[in-house]
């Protein structure tokens, strides 16, 4: 059993700056996937970026790449999304997933069968 608990959400303006945390329990931290997801009303969930814990490789959504950093702190079994130069289309609910990764830690969501409750990301303009 995984249980993923996510923080850090909460209303900023275009340009700034958010830091998402998530806290991975229940099972061997090292050695998994943990991606980052979001969701708009209507719209499919889609990936952001994801990280092999234990010291993996890091994969981004085209979107994030140079604005987006996961990072993990594996003392604390925590993954982070830092988000910088933040837009009013990153408004999303923020999610992260998990799982075993044993054909790699891909961006789509049917690959996670673990997720956490989210957090809403808001991006006034």
């Known amino acids: 059993q995984v249980n993923l608990m996510e923080s850090g959400g909460g209303s900023v303006q275009a340009g700034g700056s958010l830091r998402l945390s998530c806290v991975v329990s229940?099972?061997?931290?090292?050695?998994?996937?943990v991606s980052w997801f979001r969701q708009t009303p209507g719209k499919e969930r889609e990936g952001v970026a994801s990280?092999?814990?234990?010291?993996?490789?890091?994969y981004y959504g085209d979107y994030a790449k140079g604005r987006f950093t996961i990072s993990e702190d594996a003392a604390k079994n925590t993954v982070y999304l830092q988000m910088n130069s933040l837009k009013s289309e990153d408004t999303a609910m923020y999610y992260c997933?998990?799982?075993?990764?044993?054909?790699?830690?891909?961006?789509?969501?049917?690959?996670?069968?673990?997720w956490g409750q989210g957090t809403q990301v808001t991006v006034s303009s």
């Open positions: 229940g099972d061997a931290y090292s050695r998994n996937c």
């Open positions: 990280i092999y814990t234990g010291g993996g490789s890091t």
């Open positions: 997933a998990a799982d075993t990764g044993l054909a790699g830690c891909g961006l789509h969501q049917t690959e996670y069968r673990h």
